[in-house]
């Protein structure tokens, strides 16, 4: 039977599944930028300080993206930063935002004195009506005047300055000009040294004019100028470091494993490279909690030295903490929470810096578990700020919850979802819910009685589990009952197998050979 012509709409057909794909990953991603951070807690400037360079501006502009009461702040303390580098693109994008943020605001209050002018008349004939007072009138004359000048003052502070940008621009031309022209003197001489430090300054002008791009390519360059194990490391940590501001993640895993495999680095004592350790540790840690590789990220960070854990540039000792805890809670069972995060002397003192985290965790090793989500809850907001935790705290806000409740559950046969719902601050319907994903996924190995909202665990079989590992281990003693008596026959019958050198010839294999005093008649065989 000949085979139709496909009409044209139908050859470019797709399947309903090639084309959902893609459309789930935009609402994924969407989901992630629509944070919107009401209530946050955290002293901004203090929160700021914590870091220097890109990262500071990066914080500081991801702030003022996600918490419209931050905002005007945010920008503000940003400007004032970035007028102490060379950065002109960050500072003009800067001042865009804010003109545009004052713009909003000071619309929304116009609307509202529009929206009030209606009233005038009744407000007069109240205000008529009230004793005639020459001092009040004068006053607030005075506090508007003054309020009026205070504004002014500001915006005058926080106005664009061109000169600035002009000047700032002329100098990064001239600081680029004579750097580039310092390389070229470095390489006319073939002075390896020199020409390492020529690329590293010419990196650092372009991290600091905000060029990550040339940045990185700078200090890649330098690797081939390194004479010793220490320069390949520090060569290493800078392009780690532009990596972690591109959010180039596998670049950055790249790079740690290039580090820790020199052999200055990976012959010497952790106590003579602890800095250095310490930062590949909290730099791997971010970069396997950017690819949800939690459990990993928490042992990365757990494993960070609090004395040698200073690099502003990149992350601090309070996100270490954050970090660390919340992924060793979300993924640790209670003798690796014990072991690895309560009972660390060198855990102890970054938990220290969060006093709020360390009762958490306290609290959830406790089995306290209304107390531990409350906590949570109170810090979800101040978290919700930072730029590498943020995409990631509902996903390990919901690990968490599932295993207080699979900790919760696992010592009874039965449970009252009523004093379930109680302990874990929940209505009886919602932790239904929940317990029945657990149940569908195979975390909890139990049933839901829905009507008299009772969870019961299914109760196995302890006489068939003990046959059949009784069976499985019988099994596996035969089996390796038959390979020693194998082994002692060979051995008895004096049997070798000899190998054939691949230079000797093409014919590559091996051959059994039996000893002349062997009672086996077969003299050689090829195998």
């Given at each position: ?213 040339n940045a990185l390519k700078c200090y890649s360059r330098a690797r081939d100028y390194c004479t010793s194990g220490k320069h390949v490391v520090n060569m ?16 950055v895993m790249s790079y740690i494993s290039k580090a820790e495999s020199t052999p200055d680095f990976s012959e010497g004592s952790k106590d003579a490279n ?107 907001d101040n978290l919700l700020v930072d730029m590498y935790i943020a995409p990631h705290v509902t996903t390990l806000y919901t690990k968490i919850r599932n ?125």
């Amino acid at each position: 039977m000949p085979v139709l012509p496909m009409p044209p709409l139908m050859q470019n057909a797709v399947e309903p599944m090639q084309v959902d794909a893609p459309p789930n990953e935009d609402n994924e991603n969407n989901e992630e930028l629509q944070i919107v951070v009401e209530n946050p807690t955290i002293d901004l400037e203090v929160y700021a300080n914590q870091y220097t360079g890109i990262a500071r501006l990066d914080r500081l502009i991801y702030v003022a993206d996600v918490c419209p009461m931050l905002a005007l702040e945010a920008l503000k303390m940003a400007i004032t930063y970035v007028q102490s580098t060379y950065n002109v693109k960050v500072y003009q994008m800067l001042h865009k935002r804010l003109s545009d943020l004052q713009a909003v605001n000071g619309g929304g209050g116009g609307g509202a004195a529009a929206a009030g002018g209606d009233q005038v008349a009744a407000a007069a004939a109240v205000v008529a009506a009230l004793p005639d007072i020459a001092a009040q009138p004068a006053a607030a004359a005075a506090a508007a005047a003054q309020g009026g000048a205070n504004n002014g003052g500001e915006r005058d502070a926080f106005a664009y300055d061109a000169v600035w940008v002009d000047a700032k621009m002329k100098k990064a031309a001239l600081k680029l000009e004579k750097l580039d022209s310092d390389l070229k003197n470095y390489k006319s001489n073939s002075i390896k040294e020199s020409i390492r430090r020529g690329h590293d300054d010419l990196a650092d002008h372009y991290l600091s004019c905000g060029d990550l791009t040339n940045a990185l390519k700078c200090y890649s360059r330098a690797r081939d100028y390194c004479t010793s194990g220490k320069h390949v490391v520090n060569m290493c940590l800078n392009v780690i470091k532009v990596s972690i501001y591109l959010k180039n993640w596998a670049h950055v895993m790249s790079y740690i494993s290039k580090a820790e495999s020199t052999p200055d680095f990976s012959e010497g004592s952790k106590d003579a490279n602890s800095q250095v350790h310490t930062r590949l540790e909290c730099a791997a840690g971010l970069a396997e909690l950017q690819q949800k590789k939690y459990k990993v990220a928490a042992k990365h960070f757990l494993a960070a030295n609090f004395d040698h854990c200073d690099f502003p540039e990149m992350i601090s000792t309070s996100n270490v903490a954050v970090y660390g805890g919340l992924c060793a809670l979300a993924t640790f069972d209670r003798q690796e929470l014990k072991r690895l995060v309560i009972a660390s002397t060198s855990f102890k003192l970054f938990l220290e810096l969060e006093p709020q985290l360390r009762d958490i965790i306290f609290k959830f090793y406790e089995s306290k578990y209304a107390n531990c989500l409350t906590l949570l809850d109170e810090i979800r907001d101040n978290l919700l700020v930072d730029m590498y935790i943020a995409p990631h705290v509902t996903t390990l806000y919901t690990k968490i919850r599932n295993r207080a409740l699979i900790q919760y559950f696992s010592p009874y046969m039965s449970a009252d979802m009523h004093k379930m719902a109680t302990a874990f601050n929940s209505t009886v319907g919602d932790l239904e819910n929940e317990v029945m994903q657990l149940i569908l996924d195979g975390q909890i190995q139990a049933r839901i009685d829905s009507h008299n909202k009772i969870l019961y665990a299914k109760e196995a079989d302890q006489r068939n589990s003990t046959f059949e590992r009784a069976l499985l281990m019988g099994k596996q003693y035969q089996r390796h009952t038959r390979m020693l008596i194998l082994r002692a026959a060979m051995l008895k019958s004096h049997i070798h197998v000899k190998s054939i050198s691949r230079e000797t010839g093409s014919n590559h294999g091996a051959e059994l050979c039996v000893s002349a005093g062997s009672s086996t008649t077969t003299p050689l065989a090829r195998i």
